[in-house]
């Protein structure tokens, strides 16, 4: 995080799906906060009171900038987001700084703000239609407000969850590009980087180099056709190394081979 000391790192966790057990089993040991939106999957580690829940005020924004984008003319939703927009003001000002400073700074600028806006929200909460879209924006916001607030309160959290959003969209646009993973551990090795000894064996075939030879043009064929199979072994290095089926892998190698062989054949024919 910007305002944390802590040494920055990112890690990816595949799953088949978005059941809670998997965060709840990922963070088995863990004890801190969790900044997220209200997914539901999260709800047992808040309730467990050793992972604090910190909301995400981009998730909270979204509610209302989604109506006030359909909207003639601005109405509640606009007013929202105006509210909204002054504390981002506040955390451009004091993005960088040390977590104590943000965290004094958000008490005496912040909070106060926060303390308004909800005001207004549960005031026109009651002229609102219990199922529209702006009732449900409202809604998200006061059932969060605790976990909203919590930024105020610890310098080192963001008011949003941004950053990580920002680290996953490869991942997002990718998931439309590639329609599937191909395989569990396809799924896996596709974020988190291929495993050693697949690198290991990756870098063996990257070091595969055909000498140079100055004999006659038989001795040249023969390197091009050689370089080509080592090209191709190289795709299927990386294919092993990205996590994809070992077994096609190394056939496609077994093929590359083989093509070079036939091709010197044919020459001396």
Known sequence: MP?????????????????GEHPQRFLARY??????DDYAG????????RVYHAACWAHARRGFFDIARKDATPGLAQQALDWIRQIYRVEREIRGRPPDERQRERQQRTRPLL????????GIERDLLPRGPMAIAVRYVLSNWRALLRFTRVGMLEADSNLVERCMRPVAVGRKAWLFA?????????????????????????????????AGPHRRASHRSARGAAAVSLDAAACIAAGVDADGARAAQGRAEALGRHEDLEYHR
């Open 3 to 19: 305002g944390s000391t802590y040494p920055k790192a990112v890690l990816y966790e595949f799953t088949e799906d978005r059941r």
């Open 31 to 36: 004890r801190g906060y969790l900044q997220a």
């Open 42 to 49: 999260y709800h047992g580690l808040f309730r467990s009171r």
């Open 115 to 122: 303390d308004r806006f909800r005001q207004w929200l549960t």
């Open 182 to 214: 191909g395989s569990k551990r396809g799924g896996r090795g596709g974020r988190n980087g291929p495993e050693p000894d697949r690198e290991l064996q990756a870098q063996r075939y990257r070091s595969l180099r055909v000498p140079a030879r100055r």
